[in-house]
């Protein structure tokens, strides 16, 4: 199976901050990956599939970019409801998952 | 609007079984395929089975795989995952997922578009 690597495990940023997290993995996956966030207690939520289209609905501060086997999340202006956890995951082939970033309040 | 509703879940004393089910609504059932994602307490997502549209295709993790068997009725809009032989590790969140299918470059994967709100197995003597 593929293995899919996120730094940094955890990050402590203010509302307003530009937030980057980043997804390894360990071979190519071309573009097949997505971003989920879940909030503690709910089901994750999609916000970005094949790297980076947005699914409809979700902000447009949220972007994702990359190919191949590193990719980015950013977020341009954490905003208070973004202090989640947030997911890669790879659909090249049998599906895995990043072990996650926390994102909390400084 | 889409909802996907899991039930069954429960404590269970390891070697036992349990069935999950999945009610699905607001979507035409059958055109879409299903998964099921597991996450342990504290933990993170796992990957455990998927079916496609019409049940006639399934895949699993290699840690289920014959152990969990993975089904549906179109007629009731319903996703199961029968859970067989169960171990401590397999205690978690199930979720229940509809796939979303993106094609780029000529290839087409998955996505997880919809989430049900998960349902807690405990695996426990």
């Known amino acids: 199976d593929i293995q899919m690597t996120q730094s940094p495990s955890s990050l402590s940023a203010s509302v307003g901050d530009r937030v980057t997290i980043t997804c390894r993995a360990s071979?190519?996956?071309?573009?097949?990956l997505n971003w989920y966030q879940q909030k503690p207690g709910k089901a994750p939520k999609i916000l970005i599939y094949?790297?980076?289209s947005l699914q409809s609905g979700v902000p447009s501060r949220f972007s994702g970019s990359g190919s191949g086997t590193d990719f980015t999340l950013t977020i341009s202006s954490l905003q208070p409801e973004d202090f989640a956890t947030y997911f890669c995951?790879?659909?090249?082939?049998?599906?895995?998952f990043g072990p996650g970033t926390k994102v909390d309040i400084k | 609007e889409v909802q996907l509703v899991e039930s069954g879940g429960g404590l269970v004393q390891p070697g036992g079984s349990l069935r999950l089910s999945c009610a699905a609504s607001?979507?035409?059932?059958?055109?879409?395929?299903m998964h099921w994602v597991r996450q342990a307490p504290g933990r993170g997502l796992v990957w455990v089975s998927q079916?496609?549209?019409?049940?006639?295709?399934?895949t699993y993790a290699d840690s289920v795989k014959g152990r969990f068997t993975i089904s549906r009725d179109n007629a009731k809009n319903t996703l199961y995952l029968q859970m067989n032989s169960l171990r401590a590790e397999d205690t978690a969140v199930y979720y229940c997922?509809?796939?979303?299918?993106?094609?780029?470059?000529?290839?087409?994967?998955?996505?997880?578009?919809?989430w049900g709100q998960g349902t807690l197995v405990t695996v426990s003597s």
């Open positions: 997922v509809r796939a979303l299918r993106y094609c780029n470059g000529g290839s087409c994967r998955s996505t997880f578009d919809y």
């Open positions: 607001g979507f035409t059932f059958s055109s879409y395929w």
């Open positions: 079916t496609d549209g019409d049940g006639s295709s399934t």
């Open positions: 071979q190519s996956i071309r573009n097949f």
């Open positions: 094949g790297a980076s």
């Open positions: 995951q790879q659909s090249y082939t049998t599906l895995t």
